[in-house]
């Protein structure tokens, strides 16, 4: 039988797919320029997981690479195919929010499940899940596994996994923590042995498929408010952002430049952007009753001393925002300015903040990117061990001129280098791009990563080049 026909055997004719007409729709995403488009050489959608495990050990027997994809919004190349003779594991069909049990807080679900769904289901019960920046259409599975969240809330934490469950290459499934003893009790992440949930967190499709997991789902609170302090320099919000969080006083903080980052988020270009501060912090403060109160009264009067003004907003506008960085009602995410958007995404902390964006907007304007299509944000993401703080350094360009997109290479090269020699926690996925020039600095550790890795997939066939 060819590899085609035992796939049609596998998840039936209707499920699987050569054809370069619907292939050609997994080969590439609309962000990242430095991975070439590349068609899979099959589309295969299981409906089981006893499907996902026979594609897995057919494609093992025929050391045939693999690409685990979920919902596939992906902006950074991870699921275009490197190699030829692929096959795409689209396990979208795979959608059931397995158990949501408010009384636990914990929701366990399905890679094809969406925020969408979740933030849905979970808010008839108070709850929410962290939540990205992402569109609502993104995988809550694959984001969380891939370490995605990040942006939402310093009082969630960064830690939102409970427990996995992964079909490995060879066909073997693996659950991870107290599942491991008793399915039917609420989920704790360290069950009996050491916690191997968090080595598989960060691997970009590479250590197998994962089919569920268990998340923590948080409160939403009555009462929240949200502060927009404009600044005009990018010193001055360092000490207020540093004090909200080092006090555990908002929920979530935001710094972001004006121009760029308010109209998406905010959600219409039809207002006078141009008429702000050059930046802005944002804040939600939230908590029950006259704690809420107290802690506003806190935050307002560190507003008043920062040296910041606090902006007025037309209130649904200012909403929008709370809902992005708290709980996920909308989630406009429009980069309407070139048509593309560039980003490096990386985790540092706050006090480096002004470097990392003045070095960043000092190589883009030399290497002749406008000033107005130079962008950045900073989001605090969790109580201030350590500073912890999510940035993006951004450039908006046009994938269709091919001198932008050679400016933006060397762009890239440069940022890369100039990040880990300035320092960083760590880039927000390991994706081509940014791992190359990692790997060569961090000692045995690759070579750890890659026995770890071999170990778990000896013919190399989940997502090969996507960090080795
Ligand atoms: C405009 C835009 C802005 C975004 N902003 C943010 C943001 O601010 N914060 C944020 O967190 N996210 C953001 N995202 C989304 C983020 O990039 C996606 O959550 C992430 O790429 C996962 O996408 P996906 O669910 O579509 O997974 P896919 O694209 O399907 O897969 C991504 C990677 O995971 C692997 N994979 C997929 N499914 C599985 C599985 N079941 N088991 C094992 N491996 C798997 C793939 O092989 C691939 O390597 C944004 C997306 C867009 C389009």
Known sequence: MTILEELERIVGRENVSGDPAITAAYSRDQHWTFVPPKNPAFVVRPGTKEEIRDVLMLANREKTPVIPWSTGINIRGM?????????????SRLNRIVELNPEMMTATIQPGVTFGMLVEASKKHGLRPAFPDAPLTV??????????????????????ILSFEIILPNGETLQTGSRLLKRDLPYFRYGPGPEIASLFIGGPGTWGVVTELTLKLYRIFEHQKIYYVGFDDLEKPIDLIDRVNREELVSSCRFV???????????????????????????????????????????????????????????????????????????????GFKGNFYCVGYYGPLNLLPKYYQDFKENALKIGFDAKDISFYANTIARFHGQSTYYELEIYFDSSDRKSVEMLRTLHARTVTNLLETGIYGWFRPYAGVIEPTLERIGNFTEYWKKLQNLIDPNGIMNPGKVF
């Open 139 to 160: 995988s809550a599975v694959t984001n969380n596994y891939l370490r995605g969240i990040y942006q939402t809330s310093p009082r969630d934490g960064l830690d939102h």
């Open 257 to 335: 430049d004006t121009i760029h980052w308010l109209p998406p988020y905010l959600g219409t270009f039809d207002y006078e952007y141009e008429t702000l501060p050059e930046f802005v912090v944002a804040m939600v403060v939230e908590n029950q009753d006259r704690i809420f109160q107290a802690q506003d009264q806190i935050v307002q009067s560190y507003i008043a001393k920062s040296g910041g003004k606090i902006l007025d907003l037309p209130q649904d506008l200012a909403d929008n925002l709370k809902c992005e960085m708290l709980g996920a009602e909308t989630s406009p995410m429009i980069f």
């Open 79 to 91: 699921t275009i195919p490197t190699q030829d003779g692929s096959i795409m594991l689209d396990v």
